[in-house]
């Protein structure tokens, strides 16, 4: 067989996992079913549009409630996922059968139920007729077939173990602390399926209401050209380096990150270009695949998209999302740039060459430059955008809006024209080692930005919503497919522009669709995670869990913390990244808010949500399910579990983050100011290279034993100056209760009390635990701010506090506490020297590690000479 033939061989493979994974497998032949797979998910994507728009309300036609919405995105997807997945692998797939669009028929009529019959079902609330009750049981059973067929049985396992725990919680089997009482059919149906408790709760809301429109811009900036763009970029400007091609393909899937929210996806299209361009430069095929996996994994868990959790996670921690995206950046940043330095380490290791033998110091110190160089240019870009903006809305007020889109296009045209002056970029993989410039590839598709600058200069400078953000940038990405060829025809004085014109008109269609598609599985995974999520609200599993991981830990607050880190990573095994955020959060968030209050660590509960999110995304990586492994292993032609394991290897560092912000929340710069966030990317990026440095084994040369261990040690003295200085000195000192009122009042403004509490939770456990009351704005008496800031008021008796009212709604409630509980004691920082002096012995020991090594390093280059 002919290279060629064997290349045709694994595009076909490649374009099977991806279809798999993410659009759907089925390829039929037949004239009817090819349009019906083109033409719905066309219409599902116009509709998206259509309801993000202000159009309904201005032509007061086709308004619907959230509710209503939600439902005909989920009839959308149980209908595509039907006819686009095959049942079984030996299902066909050049045909639908007949059964198969009777049940994809039946399962949208059962999921759109609360679109046509919203007004019935509203009136019923609480006594569901006998047509609601079979609706409900029937759209549950098609809804988890559909997410089998799109995601694989892991989801829909999890689901059944949760409803049937739901059903058969009071069985005699079940030992006493997980057993409960159990749920009527009527009950469970009408809380799963017709109420936003269940399946059409949050996380569908999320799904229908802007994630498909963030995941469906991404298709179009795709289909439009970016991601080639990006890939070319990456290769341009690094690969002439040593392991040239892992470091591009770890930037590459930086930028990729940025417009995908499948790590699988990201694998597949970077990967077909990146793996066998490392394999050729010396990679082993396991290694080569690891590296794109680890790429991909922090594409993933890089703002500002996170494969969509950035937008839940404003529902479930009630956070802005700009807030979201400032907590997640400096531990994505840190991670991707200690990943490009594990790569050069692995080069020096191999002994591989480039055609630039930078140092190593020297290589770092230029990616940071030119990392916080894009940074402080995007950030002047948007600031300055936003300054521009005022002055014209200061003086043409209402008029200011046609004017600036006017602008925005003129930009648009000139950044056309400047990229039609060089010839557009190859899609092939064999132009990758003949790549023109740096400045040659940056100047083809500079247009390409415009669109993600918009989208950011909403979301983070006006403030709007994430799905008004997100149907603009869509909109002036549909325009930018439909113009950009027949611009670069007119300035290159080539063929009509109304033929430009028409493949634009294809390109948008085909993006569209792709979009739709791409959406299946992940609309599906949104409603299958509501019933896991109206199981949890409704049996109160959460609560054994926390039961559970406090029995296994006992008591311990770092064993907690493993425990839940790995029963995330089993909960998130073969999940998508948005069910896996749901599902590993709905179960586990509650647990180390608990637990580590208990332990007397208060953990913000953002920072509980992140480490969720990043021990379920390792799931992606771990053997055995490990999806994101096996995808590159088809690549690499390697074993999928060496890859798995390497990947995991290579990811030690995305692990140990999660353990290190909570107990270190600057790292996620809560409360820190902006000179300060400077100090602690610094110096965090420097443990984090440190750490991988150490568990690389090589530094300046290949490490001794003793010199790893200094190196992770210095690593973390860095990440937690703090644990040393608790060893001498305790962070708190303890005050008596009687003091409450007077430290409230005296406190100043936008802070917290930190307050030991005791009494008894509603189950009658007893309950011993730190909380932080916030305070309301100073200039009341005490009492009058910690009923302002945390909804509390109390009540003394002899000589003892005890809380004795609860404002519905406030932060205290929020909390968990309750009434009746006593106030026990307060904790006041206790002054003590500054955490940073041990820095200092840590620096020390760097430098006598460094000493070392480049003097073993001058001998050994010596002796070769």
């Not at 349009?35 to 259509?50: D, E, V």
């Not at 759209?139 to 739901?166: D, H």
């Not at 795709?222 to 591009?248: D, E, I, S, V, W």
């Not at 132009?431 to 200069?457: A, D, N, R, W």
């Amino acid at each position: 067989m002919s290279s060629k033939e064997n290349a045709a061989v694994d595009d076909t493979d490649l374009e099977d996992i991806l279809a798999d994974a993410d659009t759907g497998g089925r390829n039929p032949h037949d004239a009817f079913s090819r349009k019906a797979l083109w033409y719905i998910p066309l219409t599902w994507s116009l509709f998206q549009l259509w309801i993000a728009s202000p159009l309904p309300f201005l032509l007061r036609f086709g308004v619907l409630n959230d509710t209503q919405t939600r439902a005909i995105h989920l009839g959308f997807a149980v209908f595509l996922a039907f006819v686009a997945f095959p049942a079984f692998a030996k299902s066909p797939r050049d045909r639908i059968p007949l059964l198969t669009w009777a049940t994809a028929a039946v399962g949208a009529a059962a999921a759109s139920y609360l679109w046509y019959a919203y007004v019935g079902v509203a009136n019923r609330t609480g006594a569901p007729n006998t047509v609601d009750l079979v609706v409900a049981g029937i759209g549950i059973v098609t809804l988890m077939e559909a997410a089998r067929r799109s995601l694989g049985f892991p989801l829909m396992g999890v689901a059944m173990f949760f409803l049937a725990y739901v059903f058969f919680g009071s069985s005699e089997i079940l030992p006493d602390v997980v057993r409960w009482k159990g749920a009527s059919f009527q009950k469970a149906m009408s809380h799963m399926w017709l109420t936003t408790e269940g399946v059409f709760g949050v996380a569908l809301g999320v799904s229908s209401g802007f994630v498909f429109l963030f995941v469906l811009f991404g298709a179009l900036l795709n289909q439009a050209g970016a991601g080639n763009y990006f890939l070319k970029l990456a290769f341009a400007t690094l690969g002439h380096l040593r392991g040239g091609p892992a470091k591009a393909a770890v930037i590459a899937s930086a930028a990729t990150g940025l417009i995908s929210g499948s790590s699988i996806a990201n694998v597949v299209t970077t990967g077909t270009f990146t793996i066998p361009l490392m394999k050729k430069v010396g990679f082993s095929p396991a290694k080569a695949g690891a590296i794109e996996v680890s790429s991909s994994i922090n594409g993933v868990l890089t703002p500002p998209v996170m494969g969509a959790v950035a937008f839940l996670m404003t529902e479930y921690v009630g956070i802005s999302y700009v807030e979201v995206v400032k907590t997640a950046i400096i531990p994505a940043a840190i991670s991707y740039m200690a990943l490009v330095y594990i790569v050069h380490l692995e080069a020096l290791k191999m002994g591989m060459t480039g055609t630039s033998r930078m140092n190593p110091i020297k290589f770092m110190l230029g990616a940071i430059f030119i990392i916080a160089s894009c940074i402080v240019i995007a950030g002047g870009t948007l600031f300055l955008t936003g300054y521009l903006v005022d002055i014209v809305q200061g003086m043409l007020g209402g008029a200011a809006t046609p004017v600036l889109v006017a602008g925005l296009m003129a930009v648009y045209v000139l950044a056309v024209r400047f990229a039609a002056s060089g010839p557009d970029l190859e899609m092939s993989s064999d132009s990758m080692e003949h790549l023109p410039p740096t400045k040659e590839i940056f100047k083809t598709g500079v247009h390409y930005l415009l669109p993600i600058l918009l989208l950011m200069y909403l979301l983070m400078v006006e403030r709007k919503s994430p799905a008004l953000s997100a149907f603009w940038s869509t909109a002036f990405m549909l325009l930018i497919l439909l113009t950009q060829n027949a611009l670069k025809d007119f300035f290159r004085k080539k063929q009509s522009v109304m033929v430009g014109l028409s493949d634009g008109l294809k390109e948008i269609g085909e993006g569209l669709v792709i979009g739709a598609r791409n959406m299946i599985g992940l609309a599906a995974a949104m409603g299958v995670a509501g019933i896991i999520v109206g199981a949890v609200t409704l049996t109160g599993v959460g609560q054994v869990m926390a039961e559970f991981v406090e029995f296994l830990s006992g008591g311990n607050l770092l064993a907690m913390l493993f425990f839940v880190a790995v029963i995330s990573i089993v909960l998130g095994m073969g999940l998508p990244t948005t069910a896996n955020y749901i599902v590993v959060s709905s179960l586990m968030a509650g647990v180390v808010v608990e637990l580590g209050a208990q332990s007397g660590l208060i953990v913000p509960l953002v920072a509980v949500h992140m480490f969720c999110f990043y021990f379920g995304i390792m799931a992606d990586v771990t053997p055995p399910v490990g999806l994101a492994s096996f995808a590159a292993a088809a690549i690499s032609k390697g074993d999928p579990l060496k890859t798995g394991f390497q990947a995991f290897f290579y990811s030690i560092r995305t692990a140990l983050l999660p353990f290190l912000f909570i107990f270190n929340t600057d790292l996620l710069l809560i409360d820190v100011g902006p000179i300060q966030a400077v100090f602690v990317f610094i110096v965090a990026l420097i443990a984090m290279l440190l750490f991988a440095a150490g568990t690389m084994g090589y530094f300046m040369t290949r490490s001794r034993l003793w010199e790893s261990v200094a190196l992770v040690l210095v690593a973390f003295t860095l990440f937690r100056p703090g644990f040393f200085l608790n060893q001498i000195a305790p962070e708190f000192e303890a005050m008596p209760a009687t003091s409450i009122y007077q430290m409230a009042e005296q406190s100043a403004d936008d802070t917290s009390l930190r307050v030991r509490l005791m009494g008894e939770d509603l189950n009658g456990k007893a309950v011993d635990a730190k909380y932080l009351l916030p305070l309301g704005p100073m200039g009341e008496d005490g009492a009058g701010r910690l009923l302002n800031g945390a909804g509390i008021e109390l009540r003394e008796e002899d000589g003892k506090f005890f809380i004795d009212n609860l404002e519905f709604g406030g932060a205290a409630e929020q909390l968990g506490i309750d009434f009746d509980w006593e106030i026990v004691e307060l904790d006041i920082k206790a002054e003590r020297i500054r955490k940073e002096v041990f820095y200092i012995p840590a620096f020390l020991l760097l430098g006598f590690v460094y000493l070392i090594q480049m003097r073993r390093k001058r001998r050994t280059e010596e002796s070769v000479a």
